[in-house]
């Protein structure tokens, strides 16, 4: 049991350049989260699935995207990244019953 | 959701009980109290919730006003691996409100030998 993985770990980027962020459960869950976390500072949404199939905008959706797979599965796509989207990004997933969070180990990505 | 409102700091001895307050004036009947930690950067860990009623666990107690304007973490012997940043949350439990939980700046918990 895994719980929630995160890939890749590590990722340096070019302003423009593109790439996606993995995440994973083998939890059953229903929900699932993405946030970024800037250098010391608190999470914010990004955006949020409740269920296989629905995603809705969280705090800070600006500058991304996101698709859930399938009920395993939700990632973070960056279609054209800025500095400022330099960051950690952490994925979650949601109990059903109390809506514990779990979260990832995170992706730390630098835009330069 | 409510928004909640946290020292940015506290330390604590090694062994000592370590309270860490948290108001949330503006909580609604529906929103529960979450507890969070995160230790240097790993991905936060969760480590208790409640409503109105106090509640406890293997990691530590949750106090909650009668009035539920405000609310206590009580880790009831920290550890130096308790150092960590605490957030406390308030949410809907609903499902249409998935993922409307904020996460503020939390208090970092230094715990010294």
New interface residues.
Partial sequence: NAGVTQTPKFQVLKTGQSMTLQCAQDMNHNSMYWYRQDPGMGLRLIYYSASEGTTDKGEVPNGYNVSRLNKREFSLRLESAAPSQTSVYFCASVTGRSYEQYFGPGTRLTVT | DAKTTQPPSMDCAEGRAANLPCNHSTISGNE?V?W?RQIH??????II?GLKNNETNEMASLIITEDRKSSTLILPHATLRDTAVY?CIV?D?G??N?????????TTLTVKP
Avoid: I, L, M, W
């Avoid at chain 2, 950067?41 to 969760?46: D, E, F, K, L, V």
């Avoid at chain 2, 998935?98 to 939390?106: M, R, V």
């Fill in positions: 529960y979450y969070y950067s790993q991905g936060p860990q969760y919730h957030y949410r439990g499902d249409t998935a993922g409307k939980s904020t996460f503020g700046d939390g």
